[in-house]
């Protein structure tokens, strides 16, 4: 393997004795010579064109119910699952999480795979795969012919100096980073789980992230998604201000369709990037892909998909920003829309997209604003009126889900007629606690603020008077 910009021997040698497959070295040989051939991976605006109009789900007819209904039976549900929650001071899998009437993320999304009949197949990465798949043992549904995961691969930190193997003596582990959700089409082709699917007559392919409980299999969507032969679909949602930071889709000039992530933007761009007039939709990561096409590609590109590479600058100790810099180079599943040609995106509501990023979010769906239903489906709760809740707690004190727990001992509150919520200080919730309108709850002191059980607040609220 050599490199026709750079001496890639390191890279190859301690890939291989890591026991990363040869794919695997060869598909980060790839972006490391676009790397070392000065390529950037940005995509400037003035290269793309808006989407102005999709289809919609909210549109599709009772046939398109009927076809996915039939497809049904060559479907999979596939849940990346290779997340350690670390933002929330987790140090297991993140779907380990309890979430809602004392399940976990994993515990719903075996409930919903079980009752439909579905097979669920998990993307783990090495932290994530032990303590994920003993908590599956206890569904006996889901042990069939398919293994329950395959793994996520990892690949070498680059030294921002002279593009040579980062090294850390004092954590070897340090020197590896994952490669992003982009390396799912290799890890199916490695772990032999593509070949196997297809044999055993699977084509349709629902991907998703684990933390996102709304991300189900709808027939309506499937039965589109088959019924037009798409090689690839993208469930997208409208851009909000709240959104946009994050990436959008847009089209080549020819009107092949393609995915922008924000470390893709240059700096002059900017403004346009998070134009959300101009730029309509982000991509929810819940994604369709044809098994048999992706097989066709992957075959024809000699296993190496060729998706747009993302180069983010970082230290080689994360939590230390004074160690070396480094490249780690990452590509995103969402990308694929590019390499497919005839691809598609269809537009969705976001019922969809509830994903758990923050203890905001935690306490958002373990309140009566959600609830779960017979089926194991996590919905907006009817009886509220409001539009989602704004939920902004202290993260001094909130953050990390330890500390988030302690605040709520005996339950969160009732938040189905609250409309905002802000917490600043330590503020602990008794039981029963009642939250209604905008309500703000502060603790300059430094003792805990302590809400007594059955309070109801609407406005302000700074203690006891």
Known sequence: MNSPHSNFAPFASSMEKEGLPEIVIRTFEHYYDQLAAGETGLIPESDIEPVAELPDTDSLSEDMIAA?????????????????????????????????????????????????????????????????????????????????????????KIVREDLSPAHSDNNPDLAWCPPGHGDIYTALVTSGMLDS???????????????????????????????????????????????????????????QLLLRESAQCPSEDEATFQDIRRHRFFNTNNLWINLESLKTILDERDNILGLSMICNNKTVDPRDKASTPVYQLETAMGSAIAVFEGAGA???????????????????????????????????????????????????FYQFVDDFEARFPQGVPSMVQCERLIVRGDVRFGHGVVLKGNVTIENSGEDPLIIPDGTEISGKWEGLE
Do not use: C, W
């Open 346 to 396: 269809i537009r969705i509501n976001k019922s969809r997209f509830a994903p758990i990023k923050k203890t905001n979010d935690l306490l958002d769906v373990r309140s009566d604003n959600y609830i779960l239903t017979d089926d194991f489906l996590v919905i907006a709760n009817p009886q509220r009126k409001l539009p989602r809740a704004y939920i902004d707690l202290d993260p001094k």
């Open 68 to 156: 996915g209904k039939e497809a049904l039976p060559k479907a999979l549900l596939l849940k990346l699952n290779g997340g350690l929650g670390t933002s929330m001071g987790l140090q297991k899998a993140k779907s380990l999480l309890t979430i809602k009437n004392g399940l976990t993320f994993l515990d719903i999304i075996a409930k919903q795979a079980t009752g439909s009949g579905i097979p669920l197949v998990l993307m783990d990465s090495y932290s994530t795969s032990e303590d994920s798949l003993a908590a599956l043992k206890k569904y006996d549904d889901l042990q069939g012919e398919i293994p329950l995961d395959f793994l996520q691969h990892k690949v070498p």
């Open 197 to 255: 699917l297809l044999k055993k007559g699977f084509r349709y392919a629902f991907v998703s992230n684990s933390d996102n409980l709304g991300a189900v299999i709808d027939p309506a969507i499937l039965g589109y998604f088959a019924s037009q032969k798409l090689p690839f679909m993208m469930e997208v949602a409208d851009r909000t201000e709240a959104d946009k930071k994050g990436g959008h889709l847009a089209q080549l000039p020819g009107g």
